[in-house]
């Protein structure tokens, strides 16, 4: 009984639970060259800045700082000198790709990046023997980091990748031309009509549009003498296609 009363009045006095642990920063951290970043969230880095998810410090040398957990606790950290020596990588550019093929033993990366700005590199590729990168319509660079040790890359080679051909399109096919009331009529066709920005039509070397028509006839009137019409596609690239060419001859019967 006495134990009883004496848990009641325990409770009656309120009993408290043992305060919660602050939380630990959970993060990740990584040298590229000069660069140092830290990946996480809830996080703060002083003398760091910040860039979305992460945080980054240019220096070359050691040094330390801490990570903070926005509503807990912080961490210490000591991060090596820069590495300064670039992997020693052969490039060999083709039509539509980049192949990167190292000289030496080791793990590298590939982070495309803004020129040679490594501030905010992204994650491409990881590799030992070659690998090939595919190139784009635009011009862009990328990085080529060895693996130094956990978290530890090498500076960079810095590599611009120049941009593929644009594609051509195919030329308009099966065309003529119909001669009614003083007019003639230049028609023709495409199988990628749909997906064309149009067609420039040409009279005897002369382009007569000024932006692509999106029709796949002409109306002119019926020429005197021996003409040549040429019509070409023009894609979204604005690349135009070999030429289908269409001749009329005076008083000539029509085709179809």
């Known amino acids: 009984m006495f134990l009883f009363l ?39 880095v002083k003398g760091f800045e910040k860039n979305g998810n992460f945080w980054y410090k240019k220096s070359e040398n050691y040094f330390c700082f801490n990570v903070k957990h926005i509503k807990g606790k912080s961490k210490k950290v000591c991060v090596p000198e820069a590495n300064f020596e670039k992997p020693n990588v052969v490039v060999k550019e083709f039509q539509e790709s980049v192949v990167i093929i190292p000289l030496e033993k080791g793990i590298f990366r590939v982070y495309r990046i803004i020129k040679d700005d490594l501030v905010n590199p992204t994650a491409l590729k990881e590799f030992q023997k070659e690998i090939e ?11 080529i980091t060895k693996v130094v040790g956990k978290g530890y890359e090498s500076s960079p080679k810095i ?8 594609p051509v399109p195919e030329p308009p096919y099966s ?82």
Do not use: M
């Open 6 to 44: 004496f848990f009641l009045f325990l409770l009656s006095c309120g009993i408290k639970a043992p305060p919660k642990p602050l939380p630990e920063p959970q993060f990740q951290v990584k040298r590229i060259g000069s660069y140092v970043y830290v990946i996480g969230e809830d996080i703060e």
């Open 133 to 143: 990168i595919p190139k784009e319509y635009k011009e862009f660079y990328i990085g």
């Open 159 to 166: 590599v611009k990748i120049p941009p593929k051909p644009y």
């Open 175 to 256: 065309g003529g031309y119909i001669l009614s009331k003083g007019k003639i009529v230049i028609y023709w066709f495409h199988k990628d009509y749909e997906n064309l920005k149009g067609f420039n039509i040409y009279k005897n070397g002369v382009k007569l549009n000024k932006n692509p028509a999106k029709k796949t006839t002409f109306t002119d009137k019926i020429p005197n003498e021996k003409t040549v019409y040429k019509i070409t596609a023009v894609n979204s690239f604005g690349i135009e296609s070999k030429p289908l060419e269409i001749t009329v001859y005076p008083q000539e019967p029509q085709k179809f």
